[in-house]
């Protein structure tokens, strides 16, 4: 199946299937994915925050430090990669 020949809205159901079905995505997998997102602007909202931003390694509870944690007066959860050490900082409503 050709993914760039569909239409905006198979590309989104199929990116969507493919992270929930699989969880064990290797970096390429995520890097393609996300591209072709990109190629039909479409956003990925919560699925950015299952994958590293820097090395695109899938967050599992081994390969990442999580914290909760108060920067002036605001709550964020901050996840470290162990693969690259890179630190991901997202807020909490």
Same mark, same amino acid.
């Given at each position: 199946? $050709?993914l760039?020949k569909? +239409? &905006?809205?198979?590309i989104?159901?199929?990116v969507n299937k493919? *992270?929930? /079905? %699989?969880s064990?995505?290797?970096?390429?997998?995520?890097k393609?994915l $996300?591209k072709?997102?990109? +190629? &039909?602007?479409i956003?990925l909202?919560?699925?950015?925050?299952? *994958?590293? /931003? %820097?090395?695109?390694n899938?967050f599992?509870?081994?390969k990442?430090?999580?914290?909760?944690?108060?920067?002036?007066k605001?709550?964020?959860?901050?996840?470290k990669?162990?693969?690259c050490?890179?630190v991901s900082?997202?807020?909490?409503?």
């Amino acid at each position: 199946m $050709k993914l760039k020949k569909l +239409s &905006k809205k198979d590309i989104e159901d199929e990116v969507n299937k493919i *992270f929930y /079905k %699989k969880s064990n995505l290797t970096p390429k997998d995520i890097k393609k994915l $996300k591209k072709l997102a990109m +190629s &039909k602007t479409i956003k990925l909202r919560g699925l950015r925050k299952k *994958f590293c /931003k %820097k090395c695109f390694n899938f967050f599992t509870p081994l390969k990442t430090e999580i914290r909760i944690k108060k920067q002036n007066k605001i709550p964020m959860k901050v996840i470290k990669c162990k693969n690259c050490g890179y630190v991901s900082r997202w807020r909490i409503k």
